[in-house]
């Protein structure tokens, strides 16, 4: 349940820009963050940096479209939410706190949260999630300087990428635990 609520604003965001407008799609995707955000909260859940910081992104972005530039191409919202969501995921390692640590930390017991190995794997699985944005900025950065470029090699790269995060998400913090374990027997 945790992950369809971390990824519920970029899904509807990717959906809807098919679909809608862009300033449709980052408000409704910002309206989708503010709603986990007090989701989060009515749980007694810790506020997300990843979350407050995209909902910034979506209604920033938005207000720009209307009121400054309305003739923004999909393509370059697409570049700019990547690109937000790059600066929140580097910034979140150069602060010293893995954007990944927060939701891992509500996941397991405090023990666990206050090992160095599980902190190391949050940094390992943030790295990789910015790596993906990073991924996904260049495919959209290729849609807009290469215009005959198909849309669909951009829509591939970034689902891609994406999912390549998410399966790395939840296979990396198993292999962790699966070396310590083995570590531990050869003691």
């Known amino acids: ?53 995209s909902a910034f992104v979506f209604i920033a972005l938005g207000l720009y479209i209307i009121l400054i530039d309305s003739t923004v191409s999909s393509t370059q919202v697409k570049l700019t939410v990547d690109l937000g969501m790059l600066a929140i995921s580097v910034g979140s390692l150069i602060m010293r706190r893995p954007f990944t640590l927060q939701y891992a930390r509500e996941a ?21 999630w910015a790596l993906a944005f990073v991924l996904m900025a260049l495919a959209n950065i290729l849609l807009i300087y290469i215009p005959g470029l198909p849309l669909w090699s951009g829509i591939a790269i970034a689902f891609a990428a994406r999912n390549s995060a998410l399966v790395f998400t939840k296979w990396y913090p198993e292999y962790r635990r699966a070396k310590l374990l083995g570590a531990v027997q050869i003691q």
């Open 1 to 53: 349940m945790t992950i369809f609520l971390i990824l519920a604003p970029y899904a509807a965001f990717a959906i809807l820009m098919v679909l809608t407008s862009a300033t449709v799609s980052l408000f409704v995707s910002a309206a989708i963050c503010l709603a986990v955000i007090a989701y989060d909260a009515i749980g007694g859940r810790s506020l997300k940096l990843l979350g407050t910081g």
């Open 108 to 128: 397991v017991d405090a023990q666990t949260a206050r090992r160095p190995e599980f902190v190391k794997a949050n940094y390992v699985i943030t790295t990789a």
